[in-house]
């Protein structure tokens, strides 16, 4: 490997654009593609200039799945903490403080798959192509998968996807809802992602990051009405709240802050 950082960051104004950059590997999620997205993460969240994320790949692929080389072998323990790392990440994306658009430029297999699901919103195209693929080498969907799948499929779907694992094409995964956004026009998918990712930058960032961390823990309607009544009671006292209240009764556009 290159001293070269896998992943290119590029600001489009209050929106950070992550770009998964290792051409020779697919940008398969080995352990200096995964480290670096860890940190690229990291710093765009604790940047206060970035309001929304865009996680993306390079040439004809988003990400194509693990590391099935540098994975440990019959050495549970080790697997377990290699995993470990990745599921910070898959973590990081769904219940993080800022939203992530992801834009799949390709091929999201396996373990890409479970990135691309773990974000807000998903942009897809022509090129792009889902398959859970971990059965065709007998395992399970990791990362998260089945749970971020199981609320964007339905229940016969999602076991057919996780069991049989088929190759699910740009336009079909839009019709059965993987893909929030379908552009047809081709060289257009970053510009219609930044486009999306600049609505939810304009959002207020304490309000996002508190639903983001509600919609993530998920629970019965007893659990989301307690986090819901936490939140809320903090909002109420924030400068977001404020600014929110004075645009409208003055009918105009709010300008939140955040922290």
């Known amino acids: 490997m290159s001293d070269r950082s896998p992943v290119l960051t590029e600001d489009h104004g209050p929106v950070r654009i992550l770009k998964m950059d290792l051409p020779?590997?697919?940008?398969?999620?080995?352990?200096?593609?995964?480290?670096?997205?860890?940190?690229?993460?990291?710093?765009?969240?604790?940047?206060?200039?970035?309001?929304?994320?865009?996680?993306?790949?390079?040439?004809?692929?988003?990400?194509?799945?693990?590391d099935l080389e540098g994975l440990p072998t019959k050495d549970p323990l080790g697997t377990r903490a290699r995993l470990g790392v990745s599921y910070g990440l898959v973590r990081m994306l769904?219940?993080?403080?800022?939203?992530?658009?992801a834009?799949?430029?390709?091929?999201?297999?396996?373990?890409?798959?479970?990135?691309?699901?773990?974000?807000?919103?998903?942009?897809?195209?022509?090129?792009?192509?889902?398959?859970?693929?971990?059965?065709?080498?007998?395992?399970?969907a990791d990362l998260g998968l089945a749970w971020t799948l199981s609320r964007r499929l339905g229940q016969g779907e999602l076991r057919r996807q996780l069991m049989?694992?088929?190759?699910?094409?740009?336009?079909?995964?839009a019709r059965r809802g993987m893909v929030d956004l379908f552009v047809s026009e081709d060289g257009k998918l970053l510009d219609e992602a930044i486009s999306i990712a600049g609505d939810?930058?304009?959002?207020?960032?304490?309000?996002?990051?508190?639903?983001?961390?509600?919609?993530?823990?998920?629970?019965?309607?007893?659990d989301v009405l307690s986090a819901e009544l936490t939140s809320q009671c903090l909002l109420f006292s924030s400068a977001d709240y404020e600014e929110g209240r004075r645009a409208f009764f003055e009918r105009r556009a709010p300008d939140f802050e955040g922290y």
Request: glycine residues 10%.
């Open 24 to 66: 020779d590997k697919r940008n398969a999620l080995v352990i200096e593609l995964r480290d670096a997205l860890v940190a690229a993460v990291q710093a765009a969240y604790d940047d206060r200039a970035v309001r929304a994320v865009i996680l993306t790949g390079t040439g004809k692929n988003f990400c194509a799945g693990g």
């Open 94 to 101: 769904a219940s993080g403080s800022k939203p992530v658009i």
């Open 103 to 140: 834009a799949v430029n390709g091929n999201a297999f396996g373990a890409g798959l479970s990135l691309a699901m773990a974000c807000d919103y998903v942009v897809g195209c022509a090129q792009t192509r889902f398959c859970t693929a971990f059965s065709k080498v007998g395992l399970m």
């Open 164 to 173: 049989c694992a088929p190759v699910i094409e740009g336009s079909d995964a």
């Open 200 to 222: 939810f930058a304009a959002a207020p960032p304490v309000s996002v990051a508190l639903t983001k961390s509600l919609l993530a823990r998920g629970g019965s309607l007893d």
